[in-house]
C-alpha cells in the first residue's frame, strides 16, 4: 500500500498540465511585459535627442544596475554641472534684456522731462508712448517664447507619464497588487489627460489675458482695469491649488484603502496556496513571493526613470521663465525712481504673469511626481 501511494505521488508532481498551463500563463505575461518595455525604450531613445544632459543616459543599461545593485547609475555631479552652465546661457542672454530695458526706460525718461520743460503736454505723451511701445514689443517676445516653453514642457510630461504609466501599472499587477492597480488605473489616466488640458487651455491663457490687460491699465491714468487684471491672477493661483489639493487627497486615500485589500488579499492567497495545494504548494508559493519581488524590483527601475526624465523635462524650463521674470522684477526696481511709474507697473505685472506661468508648469511636475513616486511605493511581495 505504501508503495501505491509512494507511485500516486510521484505521478502526481510529475504531472504535465499543471507545470505547462502555469508555463505558458506566465510567458504571455512576461511577453506582454517585455514588449510594452521595449516601447518605452524606444520613447526614451527619442526623448534623448531633445535634452543634451540625457545623451550619456541609457534607460536599459540604468534599468539593468538599478535590477542588480537596486540603486541608479546616474551622476549627480553631471547632471548639476550641465544645470549650472544652461543657468549661466540663460543669465547671460538675460543681461542683454536688462540692459535694453533699462536704456529704453532712461531715454524715455529724458524725453518726458524734455518736453516738460517746453511745457508741450502732447510732445510728453507721445515720448512716453513711444518708448511704451518698444517696451510692449520686447516684453511681448519674451512672454511668448516662455508661454510656448511652458505648453511644449506641460506636454512633453504628459507624453511622458503616458508611456511610463502602463507600465509601472502593469508591473504593479504582477507584483500582487491588482487592487492598487484597479483603483490607479482611471484616476491616473483622466488626471493625466485633464491636468494637461486645464492648465494648457484654461490657466495659461487666463494669465494671457491678464498680460494683456496689465498693457491696457498702463497705457492711461485715469482708466484703469488693475482690478480685473488682479482678479484673473487670484483666480489662476486658486483654480491651482485647488486642482493640486484634491488630485494629491484622492490619489493618496484610494491608494491607502486599496493597499490595505490587497494587503490581506495577498496574505489569504499565499495561505491557501501553502496549505490548500497538495505537493508543491510551497514551492510554488515561493515561485509567487519572486516573480512579485522582481516586478516590484522593475516597477521601482522603471519609474525612477520616469522621475529623472521628469525633472530633466522640468528643471531648464523654470530657470528660464524665473529668471525672466526675475529681470523684469529687477528692471523696474532700477528704474522706478527716473521712469515713469506706468511703466514700473506694466515691468512689474509682466514679472508677475512670468511667475505664475513659472508656477503652473511647477504645479503639473509636482503633481504627476508624486502620482509615479506613489506607485513605486506601491505594491509589496506576497
Keep these: 500500500m505504501k508503495k501505491v501511494i509512494l507511485m500516486f505521488v510521484v505521478i502526481l508532481i510529475l504531472f504535465p498540465v499543471t507545470v505547462q498551463a502555469y508555463d505558458k500563463s506566465g510567458s504571455d505575461v512576461t511577453k506582454e511585459n517585455e514588449q510594452q518595455i521595449m516601447q518605452l525604450y524606444d520613447y526614451m531613445t527619442k526623448i534623448k535627442g531633445k535634452y543634451d544632459v540625457l545623451k550619456d543616459l541609457n534607460i536599459k543599461d540604468y534599468v539593468e544596475y538599478y535590477m542588480k545593485n537596486g540603486k541608479g547609475n546616474t551622476s549627480v555631479s553631471k547632471f548639476s554641472r550641465a544645470v549650472f552652465s544652461y543657468f549661466m546661457q540663460d543669465i547671460t542672454s538675460c543681461l542683454k534684456l536688462v540692459s535694453t530695458l533699462v536704456f529704453i526706460c532712461i531715454v524715455c525718461a529724458l524725453l518726458t522731462n524734455l518736453q516738460k520743460a517746453f511745457s508741450s503736454e502732447k510732445l510728453t505723451q507721445i515720448a512716453y508712448f513711444s518708448c511704451y511701445a518698444i517696451i510692449i514689443i520686447i516684453i511681448a517676445k519674451n512672454f511668448k517664447i516662455c508661454v510656448s516653453t511652458a505648453q511644449g514642457a506641460m506636454k512633453d510630461i504628459s507624453n511622458m507619464m503616458g508611456a511610463v504609466v ?4 502593469t508591473l504593479l499587477i504582477s507584483s500582487g497588487s491588482l487592487v492598487e492597480s484597479t483603483v490607479f488605473d482611471p484616476v491616473i489616466l483622466f488626471s493625466i489627460n485633464f491636468t494637461e488640458k486645464v492648465f494648457t487651455d484654461i490657466l495659461i491663457p487666463l494669465i494671457l489675458l491678464s498680460f494683456v490687460l496689465e498693457f491696457v491699465n498702463n497705457l492711461s491714468e485715469d482708466y484703469k482695469i488693475s482690478n480685473l487684471s488682479k482678479l484673473l491672477k487670484r483666480s489662476v493661483i486658486w483654480i491651482q491649488g485647488i486642482i493640486m489639493t484634491v488630485f494629491i487627497g484622492i490619489i493618496t486615500i484610494r491608494g491607502i484603502n486599496a493597499k490595505a485589500i490587497d494587503n490581506v488579499t495577498a496574505k489569504t492567497a499565499k495561505f491557501a ?35 529623472i526624465v521628469l525633472i530633466v523635462m522640468i528643471i531648464f524650463p523654470v530657470i528660464k521663465i ?29 514679472g508677475d504673469c512670468l511667475i505664475l506661468i513659472g508656477s503652473c508648469l511647477i504645479g503639473v511636475a509636482v503633481m504627476f511626481f508624486i502620482m509615479i513616486a506613489i506607485i513605486i511605493a506601491a505594491g509589496k511581495i506576497v
Excluded: M, Q
Aim: glycine share 6%; proline share 4%; charged share 15%.
Design 273 to 307: 496556496v501553502d496549505n490548500f495545494v497538495p505537493i508543491v504548494g510551497k514551492c510554488l508559493s515561493d515561485a509567487i513571493s519572486t516573480v512579485a519581488g522582481y516586478s516590484i524590483l522593475l516597477k521601482n527601475a522603471i519609474g525612477t526613470v520616469g522621475l
Design 322 to 350: 524665473f529668471l525672466l521674470a526675475f529681470v523684469h522684477k529687477i528692471v523696474a526696481a532700477f528704474v522706478e525712481p527716473i521712469s515713469d511709474k506706468r511703466i514700473v507697473n506694466c515691468l512689474n505685472s509682466v
Design 166 to 169: 502602463p507600465i509601472l501599472l
